[in-house]
């Protein structure tokens, strides 16, 4: 049940939206929840991923949780926004359901979701009349597409390029027809390591499906992630209470979902390297990656762990796997992709017209090659391509 519904409708027959507005996850129609476990949302707008998110983040009056349910004239569902309300540098700020853990925002799509820009520009307008007051609407970390549907966002005029990138890697049926995609040295190097790790004793490799065994293994894994981002000098902040507690909420409603994916290298009982994913029916996405230090550096834990998930997951049934933002190295070992995640933004008050103007502005110069020139030799670099923005995300995966 909606608190509160806006009965806005955008024109007259098609392309006409109405809107429903909810403040709990919890009061969401459950015809979304079923959309959601097809190919109609991002493993990060599943039902658990985002009830351990609105549990977890926004439980207090800085955030406030702004759920938007777009249909179409005829009552069929077509655009769900999770979104949130809160403060940011003086603004209200309307924006997804993210605080650092989510790779990308998008809303979920329905049946009846826009598929050119004309009706995504009124489906926008009708989320807009819909919302509480605010000063800004923003969207950052936009995929270009939802599965195989493109994404209605990726359509609106002033949608910009973002700081970071998706990092996609796409498999054929035959597992080892990737494996030799890669080049020689790199797979000779994984071969070497795996044979070197199965001679230890009480050596292991598992997909962890108990969510209490889950529980377990995720306090060491959260020693070893975060004693390997502070050593390299890092910020790391997943180990604050409200990261601790949406994780944990992820682990033990994800696994018993099948929507969180766990993989754990053991020497017996003691994890030297942990990997965990998030998933729907086709898609997992690496999101945190947990390995011990030096003592262990001779089987390469980090890279073994990745290699074990993968083999696992191509014959599990997954075929789009996505490493994640962060640009590091050893995921181009991987021989994985790239693509642009994208940004928008809107004033919804006269307060909000210079950050919108400013986000818009930062886009733009992020899609000309001859503006990141200029703004590189003005740093005095070298580099003509915007460095990659770094986040809680990226930091998850170093």
């Known amino acids: ?45 599943n039902p658990v991923f985002l009830a351990a998110w609105y549990q977890s983040f926004c439980h207090n009056d800085p955030c406030q949780p702004v759920i938007v349910a777009l249909a179409g004239a005829d009552g069929t569902p077509a655009l769900l926004f999770p979104l949130v309300s809160l403060r940011d540098r003086g603004l209200r700020v309307v924006c997804f359901a993210d605080a650092g853990v989510s790779d990308n925002n998008a809303p979920l799509l329905g049946p009846a979701a826009p598929t050119s820009p004309g009706t995504a520009r009124r489906a926008i307008e009708v989320l807009r009349k819909a919302l509480p007051g605010h000063d800004l609407l923003r969207f950052d970390k936009i995929p270009q597409k939802i599965g195989s549907r493109p994404n209605p966002l990726a359509l609106l005029a002033g949608v910009t390029e973002g700081p970071l ?35 230890l004793e009480g050596a292991r490799f598992d997909i962890i499906a108990d969510p209490v065994e889950a529980q377990e293994l995720f306090a060491t894994f959260e020693r070893l992630q975060s004693e390997r981002i502070r050593g390299l000098g890092q910020e790391y902040s997943l180990d604050e209470p409200e990261y ?59 890279r073994l762990v990745i290699e074990r998930v993968l083999e696992w997951a191509h014959g599990a049934g997954y075929r789009d796997i996505d490493f994640s933002v962060g640009d590091y190295d050893y995921k181009r070992d991987f021989c994985i992709g790239s693509e642009r995640l994208l940004e928008y933004a809107r004033a919804g008050s006269l307060k909000g017209v210079a950050a919108a103007g400013l986000h818009y502005a930062k ?30 995300k990226s930091a998850a995966q170093g």
């Not at 994984?190 to 199965?198: E, G, I, M, S």
């Not at 992020?366 to 809680?392: D, E, I, K, M, Y």
Request: charged share 25%; net charge positive.
């Open 244 to 302: 601790r507690d949406f994780y944990r909420r992820l682990l033990a409603e994800g696994i018993r979902a099948g929507t969180v994916v766990f993989g754990a290298l053991r020497l017996g009982s003691e994890l030297i390297g942990g990997l965990i994913g998030i998933a729907n029916k086709r898609s997992l996405v690496f999101v945190r990656l947990g390995h011990a230090g030096d003592k262990w550096g001779f089987c390469s834990p980090g």
């Open 1 to 45: 049940m909606s608190d509160s519904v806006a009965g806005k409708a955008s024109g007259e027959g098609r392309g006409a939206f109405t809107a429903a507005l909810y403040h709990r996850w919890s009061d969401v129609p459950a015809a979304w929840t079923a959309l959601a476990h097809e190919t109609s949302a991002t493993p990060f707008q």
């Open 165 to 199: 990138n998706a990092h996609p890697l796409h498999f054929a049926d035959d597992f080892s027809d990737y494996v030799r995609s890669r080049a020689k040295k790199f797979r000779k190097e994984q071969a070497r390591v795996w044979r070197v790790f199965q001679r």
């Open 363 to 392: 886009g733009v110069a992020r899609g000309s090659p001859q503006l990141r020139a200029l703004v590189a030799r003005l740093r005095g670099s070298g580099r003509s391509a915007a460095p990659q923005a770094r986040s809680l």
